[in-house]
């Protein structure tokens, strides 16, 4: 019992939540996600490292309109930071003319990739 509160405080402070004391949410309002649903099923930390192979994921599955993370169909990802949970959704939901991609297109451990190498382009917080 008393681990699965201790968990719950670390998931969070670690998302921004405001909980145990953490004021990281007040920043979220500034780039207020797209599509506007909650984030909270998408919430955990980054579970994948390797920034030269999600850069490869990136390019396969993203990179038509989102090339080396710049501007073409889609807008400039690099220097935009979103929380973990908000990319998550943006993938897994879309928004605009941005498809949404699910499971058995992209599975979660190509997310994570993704998320890695977004990481080292500035694009998450
Ligand atoms: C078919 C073109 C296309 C593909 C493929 C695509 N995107 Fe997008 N993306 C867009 C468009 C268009 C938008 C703007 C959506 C809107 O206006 O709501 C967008 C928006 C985003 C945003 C929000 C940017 C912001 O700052 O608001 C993120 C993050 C993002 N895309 C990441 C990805 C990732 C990661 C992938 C690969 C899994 C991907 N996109 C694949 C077209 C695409």
Redesign the pocket.
């Known amino acids: 019992m008393h681990t699965s509160i201790r968990i719950i405080c670390l998931l969070s402070f670690t998302f921004g939540m405001i909980a145990c004391g953490s004021s990281k949410g007040a920043e979220e309002p500034a780039?207020a996600a797209?599509s506007g649903g909650d984030t909270a099923q998408y919430e955990g930390p980054i579970a994948a490292t390797d920034v030269a192979h999600g850069k490869e994921v990136?390019d396969n599955?993203?990179g038509?309109?989102?090339p080396d993370g710049g501007e073409d169909?889609?807008?400039s990802?690099i220097d935009?930071p979103?929380t973990p949970a908000r990319?998550r959704q943006?993938?897994r939901e879309g928004?605009?003319?941005?498809?949404p991609?699910p499971e058995k297109r992209?599975s979660a451990a190509n997310v994570e990739l993704?998320l890695a190498w977004?990481a080292s382009v500035n694009?998450v917080k």
Do not use: E, N, V
């Open positions: 780039t797209t990136f599955f993203c038509d309109c989102h169909d889609g807008p990802l935009k979103h990319l943006q993938i928004s605009g003319k941005m498809r991609f992209l993704i977004l694009a």
